[in-house]
């Protein structure tokens, strides 16, 4: 059985984010298909996660024991370290992702529970675990000009790869904004794709 982290990070309430509709679809269907997985779903916003303080760096850099598996910011590390799986959806805000999921990835960053430093440099403590992220973006953001601004999968995918998952899928809804565009069209054609991968995730 594998314990699936489904981390949210929009600030859209539900039903009105298409993310969440493309990312909610690969949820349920994983679960059809996982029946005896659990699945944690944590939001970010509902979760009111905070900037880092000066008062957690102590806790943060200091030694890693049962008492500070307890503290309000190590037990997110703590957290995301017991899971397999992880599912992160997020819309793309401002060419990157929204600052609370930046703030959840500071509460995570943690020696000695995601990685650890070595004499050789940081290794990840998290290897063998894979990740799909959702997103869902105004413009498009694939071509060879415009990929060059674009700095929320290319961030994550490093992050997740310095705690040493390299299992790192993307489902991209681009062009959602554009006027015109049959924005329905391109949501359920990623729907499809997140049923499709669900079967095999």
């Known amino acids: 059985m594998s314990k ?23 949820i349920n ?8 997985d659990e ?34 910011v190590l037990k997110y590390a ?15 805000w401002n ?24 004499a050789e440099g940081p290794v990840g403590l998290c290897e063998g675990k894979k990740a799909l992220f959702v997103s869902s973006r105004g413009g498009d953001y694939s071509n060879a000009i415009t990929s060059n601004f674009e700095m929320e999968e290319r961030y994550l ?11 790192f899928k993307t489902i991209i809804a681009e062009n959602v904004d554009v006027q015109g565009i049959d924005v329905d069209r391109i949501v359920n054609e990623a729907k499809d794709k997140s049923d499709k991968l669900a079967k095999e995730f």
């Open 29 to 36: 269907e994983y679960k059809k298909n996982n029946p005896n």
């Open 157 to 167: 995918r490093t992050i997740f790869a310095f705690f040493g998952i390299k299992d």
């Open 78 to 92: 703590y957290q995301f370290k017991e899971a397999d799986k992880y599912v992160i959806a997020a819309p793309m």
């Open 95 to 118: 060419l990157s992702i929204p600052a609370i999921l930046k703030a959840y990835i500071d509460y995570i960053s943690v020696t000695g529970i995601t990685f650890k430093y070595t």
């Open 4 to 26: 699936v982290l489904y981390i949210k990070a929009n600030i859209k309430p539900e039903g009105k984010s298409r993310t969440y509709s493309i990312s909610d679809e690969f």
């Open 39 to 72: 699945v944690i779903t944590l939001d970010l916003y509902k979760e009111g996660i905070d900037f880092l303080r000066g008062e957690d760096l102590s806790v943060v850099f200091g030694p890693k024991n049962e008492e500070s598996r307890n503290h309000k």
